[in-house]
T-cell receptor
Framework: GAGVSQSPSNKVTEKGKDVELRCDPI?????LYWYRQSLGQGLEFLIY????????KSGLPSDRFSAERTGGSVSTLTIQRTQQEDSAVYLC?????????????FGPGTRLLVL | KQEVTQIPAALSVPEGENLVLNCSFT??????LQWFRQDPGKGLTSLLL?????REQTSGRLNASLDKSSGRSTLYIAASQPGDSATYLC????????FGAGTRLTVKP
């Protein structure tokens, strides 16, 4: 079966522009997570969705970041007015449910470069 | 705030060696700990998941241990192979997941 997919795989943008990153989770997985990995640093949790519940946005670094999950499947992470410090790899993961015992399966990531 | 540290940051070994990667965390009130492998240009691959009530998990040549009280986990790789070359990440789960910065492993033929 297909794993988690993300698009685009690479994105170069100019400072101040908005970007949208897409994640397609594994079919049937109700939990979806976004992480950010900056150069030389560990992954940083951004946001997660569980079914139709309100998302946990506690990891979003600023109000320029937002995410949606339509129909309980595909998710879009939007970064408005991008800054150079937003340059990172953005990883999406999904799990069957959001339980703590559930393994998360990761996509290949989107490499974002803000010039 | 949970902090996760991985030592060493990079490791290079000849093929066939056994090796240990270390992970430490500051808040022992975790639900589980997970080891991942990250290959360039690819997403993370889950290797082993240890629940807080467990002390170790094994999969093939991999063995992960967890000492929750001391905030430590190790990933043991037996008889290393060049295909094991990757970055290895550990992550602990409280209410969210916190990742270490990873250990970049190179296994030389």
């Amino acid at each position: 079966g297909a794993g988690v997919s993300q698009s685009p795989s690479n994105k170069v943008t100019e400072k101040g522009k908005d970007v949208e990153l897409r994640c397609d989770p594994i079919s049937g997985h109700t939990a979806l997570y976004w992480y950010r990995q900056s150069l030389g640093q560990g992954l940083e949790f951004l946001i997660y969705f569980q079914g139709n519940s309100a998302p946990d946005k506690s990891g979003l670094p600023s109000d320029r970041f937002s995410a949606e999950r339509t129909g309980g499947s595909v998710s879009t992470l939007t970064i408005q007015r991008t800054q150079q410090e937003d340059s990172a790899v953005y990883l999406c993961a999904s799990s069957r449910v959001a339980g703590v015992a559930e393994t998360q399966y990761f996509g290949p990531g989107t490499r974002l470069l803000v010039l | 705030k949970q902090e996760v540290t991985q030592i060493p940051a990079a490791l290079s070994v000849p093929e066939g060696e056994n090796l240990v990667l270390n992970c430490s965390f500051t808040d022992s009130a975790i639900y589980n700990l997970q080891w991942f492998r990250q290959d360039p240009g690819k997403g993370l691959t889950s290797l082993l998941l240890i629940q807080s009530s467990q002390r170790e998990q094994t999969s093939g040549r991999l063995n992960a241990s967890l000492d929750k009280s001391s905030g430590r986990s190790t990933l043991y790789i037996a008889a290393s192979q060049p295909g094991d070359s990757a970055t290895y990440l550990c992550a602990v789960r409280n209410n969210d997941m916190r990742f270490g910065a990873g250990t970049r492993l190179t296994v030389k033929p």
